[in-house]
């Protein structure tokens, strides 16, 4: 998030897990303050303001409450300004094809991973479908 346009939208929160309706709930009583590529976006004061009304009265799972406060906690570092992430350009000073090399590398080091990951999905997927025929 830019700390020029303080926006949120629904995608934000369900990358933290909560489920759509949780989503609706939360996003019921506020208003879209513009739109970017048919997506609404929504004040992000707004949106604390609307979990920290229903997190107390709220009769969830502490699993949801959980995620919940970790959007707040998330929501407070974005508008405060306040972030952990610095950004540094370590490749700055590197001549055009250096720099190219070592994204290269980079590139081929994630592909690589996500190979690995894509495998071990499957295996996962297959063995609950081989759980869900035994039940």
């Known amino acids: 998030m830019s700390s020029e346009f303080k926006?949120?939208?629904?995608?934000?929160?369900?990358?933290?897990g909560l489920s759509e309706y949780m989503v609706k709930k939360i996003f019921t009583q506020l208003e879209a303050f513009d739109r970017k590529d048919r997506t609404?976006?929504?004040?992000?004061?707004?949106?604390?303001?609307?979990?920290?009304?229903?997190?107390?009265?709220?009769?969830a799972k502490p699993e949801i409450q959980e995620?919940?406060?970790r959007v707040l906690i998330w929501l407070d570092?974005?508008?405060?300004?306040?972030?952990?992430?610095v950004t540094v350009d370590f490749l700055k000073n590197l001549h055009p094809e250096q720099r190219i090399e070592v994204l290269m590398g980079r590139?081929?080091?994630?592909?690589a991973k996500e190979e690995q990951l894509t495998k071990e999905t499957k295996e996962l997927i297959n063995?609950?479908?081989?759980?869900?025929?035994?039940a």
Not at 78 to 84: A, F, V
Request: hydrophobic share 35%; charged share 35%.
């Open 7 to 16: 926006y949120v939208t629904r995608l934000h929160l369900k990358s933290f």
């Open 77 to 85: 570092g974005e508008l405060s300004g306040k972030s952990n992430v």
């Open 67 to 69: 995620k919940l406060k």
């Open 127 to 134: 063995e609950a479908h081989k759980i869900l025929k035994k």
């Open 40 to 59: 609404k976006l929504y004040a992000a004061s707004e949106v604390k303001a609307s979990i920290k009304n229903k997190l107390p009265n709220l009769k």
């Open 107 to 111: 590139i081929q080091d994630l592909e």
